[in-house]
Structures are given as structure tokens and as C-alpha cells.
């Protein structure tokens, strides 16, 4: 990283020292220059004891009873989803998954972290939808940080100092006003890529794989039946958890982790510097035969089995684990149910079997993902 030596650790027994036994010495993430503020308040780029309290403050919005009041929003969500699949089904045309499913994932966390009802996968023109595509429009994030620095391009120099220094300040009993529009930023951008990206590759995966969509879709039409999906009732669903799990091991959306020693350390004979970056390689490790069996092949019922922990690392690990996991699960697992009681994915002649990738830090495939539908019913 520039001058400063960093070390890509994938052995399992020295990264559970740095998740979890050792986690006060890697509490923080990597060390980002130039993040703009308000960004720069966001959960994610917080250290040490200012990320406790709003980690702390945070944390129980993403409790079972508020997830349990999120589900019938998601829901609606999902039915808009599967009505817009089966207006397109059966006439062969090629569909753009990640448009459908990015537009999903716009409604969801505009209703979960804003409390705002868009409709994005039909108005296009929603103000909010259109301010937010333009975001996304650069997936570089070069061309990210510049576009949310100019929502403090009003500030003047004093301004923006007295501000970050108001919100250093408020650290008491709740987020100042600041670090609101900070934790909004990261929620809405990792809220919006990560869940899209993974039903792409979901759709993908039971496209190429259609005797297991068929039994994903007989567990639900078995535990369900016409029931709706729901945050108690989508538990019964062990196969569709499987698939989801599956997909994000062969497919995580962010393929590394990486973490900061706040102090020197050794584990396992290995010296680790004061300062310097671990970077925790989850695309490779998850496509590691010492972990799993013939690691290339898309086959859910290697979660039935007993595996190492640390082996799987989609959502991170330990007390600094993705805070919205279990939103993101829900959401994919509401989506899946809804869309195959209703369409079929099905490939189209020049859809590839094995992805490949662009080089970013965010897994994106060089093509987009086009499938075929076909009505359920």
C-alpha cells in the first residue's frame, strides 16, 4: 500500500486471532485518505471508541422485533419485483437481471433506513431514484467520493470544521445530525450493491442449475404453501438458505476484508507492525479446495455439512461484521420466494455457464447477466 508493506493472511487459525481473540489490537479497518465528509462518519470508516458508540446506537435497528416490522415493506417490494418478472416472461427476450433486482434493492432500503416509499422498479423519474442512480452510475470509487463530497460543497472551510467538530462532540447518548447523514450514506450504498449483486448471481446460479431451482421451489410451495414470506416463517426454508449461502461463497460482493493493528503483535510466529493493513482475501479462500470440495461447483448442500468458520467470510466476522446481515437475508430470501412461485430462470443460448470478472473491488461480472423467464403457473 504505497510505501507500507501490507500481508494477505487466508490461514484460519491466525485470522480468528485477528476477528475475534485479538480483536481489540485489529478493531480498525484499513486506513482510508480522503474520504469527504459526512462519508467519513459512516459505521464503516469510524475507529476505536467513536465506532463502539455508534455501533452500539446503531445496532439495535437491525433487532428481530424492528425486523419483524420491516418484512411486510419488503414484501410489497417483492411483489412489485414478481409482477414486473411475469409481465416479461415467456417471450423469450433476453432480461437484464441486475436492472430488476438493483431497482428491488432501491425500494427495500429506501423503506427500511429512510422511511421513504419510492417506487423505482416502475418511476424512474422519482426525484430520489434519480439522484440515487446517478451515484451508481460511477462504480469506481474515485468517481463515488467526489459525487457525495458535493453534498457538503455548500460548506465553507470554517463551516466544515466547526461541524466535524460538533459531531466529535456529541457523543453522549445519540448521533449528532452529522453522523446521521453519515450512517445514511453507507447504509444506502451497501444496502443497494451487495443485495442486488447477490440475487444476480442467484438467478444465475438456478438458471444453469434448474434441478436445483425446481427444489428450491418445492420447499417453499411444501413449507409455505401460499403463505406469505415472512421473518419467522422464511426459517423453515433450510434448501433456499443453502442456495443463498452457496451464492455468496462462490460469488461474495466484496471479494476482500481488511483490518489495521493498533499495536504490534505476534501469532503464530508471524510479527505483525503497529499500523500495518491485513487484507483478508474471501473471493480466494472461498474458492479454496482445503476448505471446499471441488470448490467450482454450485451444490447447497454443502452447508448441510460441518465446515471451518472462517471459511466463509461473506458478511465478515466477529464484532465487526457486516451490522446488516441479517437484513440482507431476509431481503434476498422474501425476493427468491415471491419470484419462483411466479417465473422460471431459464439460459438463453449465449449465457455463460462460468462467470468472469472485472478487476474491481466489488465483484462485477465483464458482462451483465441476461436470462430468459418463463411463467411458473
Given at each position: 500500500?504505497?510505501?507500507?508493506?501490507?500481508?494477505?493472511?487466508?490461514?484460519?487459525?491466525?485470522?480468528?486471532?485477528?476477528?475475534?481473540?485479538?480483536?481489540?489490537?485489529?478493531?480498525?479497518?484499513?486506513?482510508?485518505?480522503?474520504?469527504?465528509?459526512?462519508?467519513?462518519?459512516?459505521?464503516?470508516?469510524?475507529?476505536?471508541?467513536?465506532?463502539?458508540?455508534?455501533?452500539?446506537?446503531?445496532?439495535?435497528?437491525?433487532?428481530?422485533?424492528?425486523?419483524?416490522?420491516?418484512?411486510?415493506?419488503?414484501?410489497?417490494?417483492?411483489?412489485?419485483?414478481?409482477?414486473?418478472?411475469?409481465?416479461?416472461?415467456?417471450?423469450?427476450?433476453?432480461?437484464?437481471?441486475?436492472?430488476?433486482?438493483?431497482?428491488?434493492?432501491?425500494?427495500?432500503?429506501?423503506?427500511?433506513?429512510?422511511?421513504?416509499?419510492?417506487?423505482?422498479?416502475?418511476?424512474?423519474?422519482?426525484?430520489?431514484?434519480?439522484?440515487?442512480?446517478?451515484?451508481?452510475?460511477?462504480?469506481?470509487?474515485?468517481?463515488?467520493?467526489?459525487?457525495?463530497?458535493?453534498?457538503?460543497?455548500?460548506?465553507?472551510?470554517?463551516?466544515?470544521?466547526?461541524?466535524?467538530?460538533?459531531?466529535?462532540?456529541?457523543?453522549?447518548?445519540?448521533?449528532?445530525?452529522?453522523?446521521?447523514?453519515?450512517?445514511?450514506?453507507?447504509?444506502?450504498?451497501?444496502?443497494?450493491?451487495?443485495?442486488?449483486?447477490?440475487?444476480?448471481?442467484?438467478?444465475?446460479?438456478?438458471?444453469?442449475?434448474?434441478?436445483?431451482?425446481?427444489?428450491?421451489?418445492?420447499?417453499?410451495?411444501?413449507?409455505?404453501?401460499?403463505?406469505?414470506?415472512?421473518?419467522?416463517?422464511?426459517?423453515?426454508?433450510?434448501?433456499?438458505?443453502?442456495?443463498?449461502?452457496?451464492?455468496?461463497?462462490?460469488?461474495?460482493?466484496?471479494?476482500?476484508?481488511?483490518?489495521?493493528?493498533?499495536?504490534?503483535?505476534?501469532?503464530?510466529?508471524?510479527?505483525?507492525?503497529?499500523?500495518?493493513?491485513?487484507?483478508?482475501?474471501?473471493?480466494?479462500?472461498?474458492?479454496?479446495?482445503?476448505?471446499?470440495k471441488n470448490p467450482y461447483s454450485f451444490s447447497p448442500e454443502r452447508h448441510d455439512e460441518h465446515s471451518h468458520p472462517l471459511s466463509f467470510l461473506a458478511f465478515g466476522y466477529g464484532p465487526r461484521?457486516?451490522?446488516?446481515?441479517?437484513?440482507?437475508?431476509?431481503?434476498?430470501?422474501?425476493?427468491?420466494?415471491?419470484?419462483?412461485?411466479?417465473?422460471?430462470?431459464?439460459?438463453?443460448?449465449?449465457?455463460?455457464?462460468?462467470?468472469?470478472?472485472?478487476?474491481?473491488?466489488?465483484?462485477?461480472?465483464?458482462?451483465?447477466?441476461?436470462?430468459?423467464?418463463?411463467?411458473?403457473?
Open positions: 500500500m504505497g510505501k507500507q508493506k501490507a500481508l494477505v493472511i487466508s490461514d484460519p487459525d491466525i485470522l480468528k486471532e485477528v476477528f475475534v481473540k485479538s480483536f481489540n489490537t485489529f478493531r480498525n479497518r484499513m486506513r482510508v485518505p480522503m474520504i469527504p465528509f459526512p462519508l467519513n462518519l459512516g459505521l464503516f470508516f469510524l475507529d476505536d471508541a467513536h465506532w463502539k458508540r455508534v455501533r452500539s446506537i446503531v445496532s439495535p435497528g437491525f433487532s428481530s422485533s424492528k425486523l419483524r416490522l420491516m418484512c411486510g415493506a419488503i414484501n410489497e417490494c417483492a411483489t412489485t419485483l414478481a409482477n414486473n418478472f411475469s409481465k416479461v416472461a415467456g417471450n423469450n427476450k433476453a432480461v437484464n437481471m441486475k436492472e430488476y433486482f438493483g431497482a428491488y434493492a432501491m425500494d427495500v432500503i429506501s423503506r427500511t433506513a429512510f422511511g421513504v416509499k419510492v417506487d423505482s422498479q416502475n418511476d424512474f423519474h422519482n426525484p430520489f431514484v434519480a439522484n440515487a442512480q446517478e451515484i451508481f452510475k460511477h462504480t469506481k470509487e474515485r468517481r463515488l467520493l467526489p459525487i457525495i463530497a458535493a453534498l457538503d460543497a455548500l460548506r465553507d472551510d470554517n463551516g466544515y470544521a466547526a461541524n466535524r467538530e460538533k459531531s466529535k462532540k456529541d457523543t453522549i447518548r445519540g448521533l449528532s445530525t452529522d453522523e446521521v447523514v453519515g450512517q445514511g450514506i453507507n447504509f444506502f450504498a451497501a444496502g443497494y450493491e451487495t443485495t442486488a449483486s447477490t440475487l444476480t448471481f442467484a438467478s444465475h446460479s438456478l438458471a444453469v442449475n434448474p434441478d436445483i431451482q425446481e427444489q428450491v421451489y418445492h420447499e417453499i410451495k411444501e413449507m409455505l404453501g401460499n403463505e406469505e414470506p415472512n421473518y419467522d416463517n422464511i426459517g423453515k426454508l433450510k434448501y433456499l438458505n443453502n442456495v443463498i449461502t452457496e451464492t455468496l461463497r462462490l460469488f461474495p460482493p466484496v471479494i476482500a476484508l481488511h483490518r489495521r493493528a493498533s499495536e504490534a503483535i505476534q501469532i503464530k510466529g508471524l510479527t505483525i507492525q503497529k499500523g500495518q493493513t491485513i487484507f483478508i482475501p474471501v473471493f480466494a479462500m472461498q474458492r479454496d479446495p482445503e476448505f471446499f461484521k457486516c451490522i446488516g446481515m441479517r437484513l440482507a437475508l431476509i431481503e434476498a430470501k422474501i425476493a427468491l420466494v415471491h419470484l419462483l412461485r411466479t417465473v422460471k430462470f431459464e439460459c438463453l443460448p449465449d449465457t455463460p455457464e462460468v462467470l468472469t470478472f472485472k478487476k474491481t473491488n466489488f465483484l462485477q461480472t465483464d458482462k451483465e447477466i441476461r436470462l430468459k423467464l418463463s411463467s411458473r403457473c
